[in-house]
């Protein structure tokens, strides 16, 4: 029996739309233009269980390190350089998927530093014990600098750049169990490291003299680890509708920003329904409870907070999906004022995807999304918000099935009422506005 033909098919659908909104959360985290990396794994030929892929891009950045208006805000030309490598390996029980990309990237406006680089780790293990019983492991490990590199499964972040070997780790773990034909459940637990670079980051042009401004990186804000701890009652009305009942208890705990830490119990119930065999849709709703023990006054907040989905392939080659969601999410805010200290963000986010085969050898793509996020602050209520905006437009041609031709094109802007933070105490010191192209080749083997 095929692995994935030892679970119902109900249970089969209520993984791949849990990976879906997972793979839209990254694109949201990522706040940002995020397709420069989307599509350097490559999965080659199928029939093989490895497959290589190489890029080389040339690329122009009109604002390199992210910065507000101004004279930090610095253009550049550079280049791109990455190879990556995946295996897909099946046996009777267990699938076995490994993956890593690495991207250089250099910038020939830096007199300091011109070289960022990006390494990202991803595995996944999935072990059908029996008809009845699943565990699936995923771990990803990732070294980035670009927001787009910062995945945050399943959540929100802010749309920042840090300079720096940044750290950010995802370990997951998943039991599923059918308990009876139309009944199931998973037990889950996942892990969040985060560990930016601690030191203060060189930022801006080199003045006459040979300094160069420095500002304060993000581990002091956002070093911290989760841990989340849930589970989800799964029901088949239908064999094209599944509803869901669920709870997840989170620790969130900050390494040197105490006034975030908190724990976190969240409620919800939802649906996932196959409209047609093209057309898919989940959502979800419910209420989160967070209790803040080191807040200057001992609160707890209740919020609501939801997720949902549609996916919808029109061709063989051409789908589009989009979705929203509402959650709390970590912020690089600190304070908007003398006394209001910021624990958190509630964030609500709207994104769509677009991937359309023009031609045969021709495929266009389109993603966009809008976040916007308020801030708590502990024992206070809420106040300052911003909005962020990104798209990105890419095509990419195919002169045989190894060697493909990309275009990109990458548009990021925030807005925002917060005037003081890692830029010093500034009216929009938070806003900024950046355009990035890309030109290159793709060798896929």
Not at 347 to 364: D, M, N, Q, S
Not at 381 to 399: N, P
Request: aromatic letters at 14%; one cysteine or more; proline letters at 4%.
């Amino acid at each position: 029996m095929p692995l994935m033909g030892c679970l119902s098919k109900s249970v089969n659908r209520q993984f791949a739309m849990k990976k879906f909104i997972q793979a839209a959360g990254l694109l949201t985290a990522a706040g940002a233009a995020s397709f420069c990396h989307a599509s350097s794994l490559s999965a080659g030929d199928p029939s093989r269980p490895w497959s290589v892929s190489g890029v080389v891009k040339g690329f122009y950045d009109d604002n390199m390190f992210a910065a507000p208006d101004g004279p930090n805000k610095v253009e550049s030309f550079g280049f791109d350089v990455g190879p990556s490598i995946n295996l897909n390996l099946p046996m009777d029980q267990t699938l076995l998927t490994l993956g890593y990309q690495f991207n250089a990237r250099w910038f020939e406006a830096r007199d300091n530093d011109q070289w960022d680089l990006y390494h990202a780790f991803n595995g996944r293990l999935s072990h059908t014990f029996s008809p009845r019983f699943k565990l699936d492991l995923d771990e990803t490990f990732t070294i980035a600098q670009e927001p787009e590199q910062f995945g945050n499964v399943g959540g929100a972040a802010v749309p920042f750049r840090s300079s720096g070997d940044n750290i950010i780790n995802r370990a997951g773990a998943d039991f599923t169990a059918v308990l009876t034909r139309t009944l199931s459940t998973v037990i889950s637990y996942h892990n969040n490291l985060y560990n930016y670079t601690d030191d203060l980051i060189p930022f801006g042009p080199v003045f006459p003299d040979g300094t160069q401004a420095t500002v304060a990186s993000y581990g002091p804000l956002l070093d911290r680890i989760e841990h989340e701890i849930g589970g989800d009652l799964r029901y088949e009305f239908t064999t094209s509708t599944v509803g869901r009942l669920g709870y997840q208890y989170g620790i969130y705990d900050y390494d040197k920003r105490d006034i975030s830490d908190n724990t976190a119990h969240y409620v919800f119930a939802g649906a996932d329904h196959a409209f047609s065999s093209q057309l898919q849709g989940s959502i979800r709703g419910g209420v989160e409870m967070r209790d803040y023990d080191n807040a200057a006054t001992h609160s707890t907040d209740t919020s609501p907070r939801g997720e949902g989905s549609l996916t919808y392939q029109y061709r063989a080659d051409s789908s589009v999906n989009m979705g929203a969601f509402h959650r709390r999410a970590a912020t690089d805010v600190i304070l908007t004022g003398p006394a209001e200290v910021v624990t958190d963000a509630r964030t609500t986010a709207g994104y769509v995807g677009l991937r359309h085969a023009i031609t045969p050898k021709l495929k266009g793509n389109l993603t966009a999304i809008y976040q916007h996020s308020t801030y708590q602050y502990a024992g206070e209520g809420l106040t300052d918000d911003e909005g962020y905006f990104g798209i990105g437009v890419g095509m990419q041609y195919a002169f045989t099935r190894w060697l493909s031709a990309e275009a990109n094109y990458y548009f990021d802007d925030r807005d925002s009422t917060i005037r003081n933070g890692v830029f010093g105490g500034f009216a929009d010191s938070y806003d900024y506005s950046r355009n990035r192209f890309f030109l290159g080749v793709r060798l896929r083997y």
